[in-house]
């Protein structure tokens, strides 16, 4: 006979069988011996948690011929037909491949006949989102009120994508992700049957590599068989899945913990060429350092204790770092992992993470509050030199202020004034603070291409935007740089805002939000950002004031009637 895979060897035959699902079958068990279940169900949940298996548990259940008792016998002719799919009233649909109207009219057709083998005849939908539109509609009415005979079981991993009046035409069943633990016991249980000597850590590696799914679990203990043979231990397990083992993990967590840069990139070098992937290294080590922080904030979660009893010296390790330090940790290694997806040398970046996290905090981030404080001097002494010249000359300009005619003095004053828009301060210095170079660079090499795409769908954006240009981009924010206040308040509507959002996100693959601005405001903002440029922005912004300050020096001294000012 050929060899089956194990997840088809070992699927469900009962409802005890199931395997962290107890909310599921005891209801259904409950249902089938008092004889009250439904003529549909929609069963949803992630992959690999039973849908399907309980499906067809159920239409054993409520077809045996030993009575309705709320578990199959199995032994039955009805049970073997169905178990080995020869029953003809128990049809399994792909809904992915029978999606269309036609599929579910014929459904509709065959489901008025009586079953020929069994009591009920069953209709187990699988997959059944991919359904379209027209064949949703056309499954309504018969899934409203079906033949007595008849009882419907849709299965899906995504029911949002359901209508709601297919859902509310059915009983609902939420399957759960099986729990790391549980899975490790089945999985136990079924090495034991086969004979097969499998180590604790490597199996409760592959229950937490399956996320949930005992079909994916079961599939890698399969993949690990035919790589170990008879004997299977965590270094097969980490050899098929590419991961890296505990010990480089902790490692890694050390070196940052010593600020050891050196051995950080030895460490790098090892693992590239050991065939690990920076990518997934990279994805490790996040993880490990976040059961690092829910080892601090939860320590009795179940995954942490499993983490616990796979590697002793965990603990350890989480008592060299605070609470803060790996908030810190975490949220940078996540900007490099979505970075990462750019990078075109991801061991480059990889590398860089590590010595960045290395050398402790970025330079932006140990310099904040001390630019912040000498930001609030550099306005201190701003303020006091303009009370100085107010002191010093101050009561003569005012009597001249007074004398002048009003038009003259609206000129004078006009010529001091930028223009500039209500612009949301915090989000703008946000975007700035996280802009990413790369990426902004490359933003701006194809503008042309994105204005261009804009032109076709709205030629007024389109003039409106040409008189602007991006100066900055972060992971969900970019800000655009006006000259004139008409086109960036024109900009800053939120019908036109969302033109220019959907345009670039074609371009760029993500949505962001558009935040235009005036150039003069994205001036300020990063001044206050980088100190030393402002205080050589306000040593520019001196000498253009200097012709100002001559202009009143002559007015002054020779009085209006006699000056004419020409630019």
């Known amino acids: 006979m050929a060899y089956r895979a194990l997840y088809r060897v070992w699927r469900p035959q009962t409802f005890k069988d199931m395997v962290g699902q107890e909310h599921i079958t005891k209801t259904l068990q409950n249902a089938i011996k ?106 309504l009415k018969t899934l409203e009120e079906p033949p007595s005979h008849v009882i ?31 899975m490790a016991e089945r999985m136990k249980e079924i090495v034991i049957a086969e004979g097969i000597q499998v180590s604790e850590q490597a199996l409760h590696f592959i229950a937490r590599n399956a996320e949930g799914g005992m079909r994916d679990a079961l599939s890698l203990l399969d993949q690990a068989l035919s790589f170990g043979g008879e004997e299977i231990e965590l270094s097969h397990i980490l050899s098929i899945t590419g991961s890296v083992s505990g010990e480089s993990l902790a490692e890694g967590a050390l070196l940052i913990e010593k600020k050891d840069a050196a051995g950080a990139m030895e460490l790098v070098h090892g693992l590239v060429q050991m065939g690990k992937s920076p990518e997934q290294y990279l994805d490790d080590l996040l993880i490990y350092f976040r059961d690092l922080l829910l080892l601090k ?67 932006e981030q140990r310099g904040k509050e001390s630019n912040d404080i000498q930001l609030l001097n550099q306005r201190i002494q701003s303020l006091e030199k303009k009370i100085n010249e ?55 090499s194809i503008w042309p291409e994105i204005l261009g795409d804009i032109r076709d769908k709205n030629i007024q954006v389109h003039a409106w935007l040409m008189a602007g240009s991006p100066v900055a981009l972060s992971e969900d ?47 300020e903002i990063l001044s206050s950002l980088h100190p030393q440029e402002e205080g050589d922005g306000q040593e520019k912004q001196e000498k253009r004031e200097e012709p100002e300050d001559h202009v009143k020096m002559a007015y002054r001294l020779f009085g209006e009637d006699l000056i004419d000012i020409k630019d």
């Open 34 to 139: 008092e004889q009250r279940f439904s003529h549909a169900y929609l069963f949803s949940g992630p992959r690999g948690t039973g849908k399907t298996s309980a499906a067809k548990i159920m239409a054993k259940a409520v077809n045996c011929e030993r009575g309705l008792t709320g578990e199959p016998c199995n032994e039955c002719e009805a049970c073997k037909g169905i178990t080995d799919g020869s029953a003809v009233d128990v049809m399994e649909v792909d809904a992915a491949s029978n999606r269309g109207i036609d599929e579910i009219r014929d459904l509709r057709e065959k489901v008025k006949y009586a079953p020929t083998q069994v009591q009920y005849k069953i209709y187990i939908i699988d997959e059944v989102h991919m359904l379209t539109t027209e064949a949703f509609n056309a499954l």
């Open 152 to 182: 419907f079981i849709l299965a899906t991993t995504e029911p949002h994508k359901l209508p709601a009046t297919i859902i509310s035409r059915c009983q609902r069943f939420d399957f759960r992700r099986i729990s790391s633990k549980a």
């Open 297 to 363: 904030t939860a320590p009795n979660l179940e995954e942490i204790q499993s983490r616990l009893e796979m590697d002793p010296e965990f603990k350890k390790l989480g008592n060299l770092f605070s609470s803060e330090g790996l908030f810190d940790i975490i949220e940078k290694l996540n900007r490099f992992k979505n970075e990462m997806k750019w990078a075109s040398h991801p061991r480059i970046l990889l590398e860089m993470a590590l010595i960045r996290l290395c050398q402790g905090e970025a330079p």
């Open 390 to 444: 107010i002191q010093s000359s101050g009561g003569v300009i005012q009597s001249q202020e007074k004398a002048a005619p009003a038009s003259r003095r609206r000129e004078v004053s006009r010529q001091g004034i930028q223009p500039t828009v209500k612009i949301p301060h915090a989000r703008v210095k946000a975007v700035a603070n996280q802009v990413i170079p790369a990426q902004t660079k490359r933003l701006i």
């Open 477 to 523: 924010g970019l800000i655009i740089a006006f000259k004139n206040a008409i086109h960036c308040e024109t900009t800053a509507r939120d019908l036109n805002r969302g033109v220019i959002e959907e345009a670039v996100a074609g371009f760029i693959h993500r949505r962001v939000g558009i935040i235009p601005v005036m150039e003069n405001q994205w001036k």
